[in-house]
């Protein structure tokens, strides 16, 4: 059975960071694309960064990129998003998604499991 189990997060003031986990279980991570979305108060669900299967790249939306980095422990089968220089407007239920293949980009049609998601909130 398929699990993404999301960790981190929490509340962090206007230019501080926070480190987000999502440990899998019931398949490898190096196997498959993985992601992180995030769903704002009133909006609906945004791409935020993925990572290929072998980690060989990376893509982030324009609002994250300088200041968010994904990456993946593959002996842990763990993903994280190291969220820097936060903002007000990063404020969101941030979900980690196992893509269907060993690449899947910004379409959230092409991520088939996802974590229970958890809060990331930003304020001073």
């Known amino acids: 059975q398929v699990q993404l189990v999301e960790s981190g997060g929490g509340l962090a003031q206007p230019g501080g960071s926070l480190r987000r986990s999502c440990a899998g279980s019931g398949f490898t991570v190096s196997t498959y694309a993985m992601s992180w979305a995030r769903q704002a108060p009133g909006k609906g669900i945004e791409w935020v960064a993925g990572?290929?299967?072998?980690?060989?790249?990376?893509d982030y939306t324009d609002s994250v990129k300088d200041r968010f980095t994904i990456s993946r422990d593959n002996a842990k089968n763990t993903v994280y998003l190291q969220m820097n220089s936060l903002k007000a407007e990063d404020t969101a239920l941030y979900y980690c998604?196992?893509?269907?293949?060993?690449?899947?980009?910004?379409?959230?049609?092409?991520?088939?499991?996802w974590g229970q998601g958890t809060q990331v909130t930003v304020s001073s």
């Open positions: 990572i290929y299967s072998d980690g060989s790249d990376t």
């Open positions: 998604a196992k893509g269907r293949t060993y690449y899947s980009g910004s379409n959230l049609n092409d991520y088939d499991y």
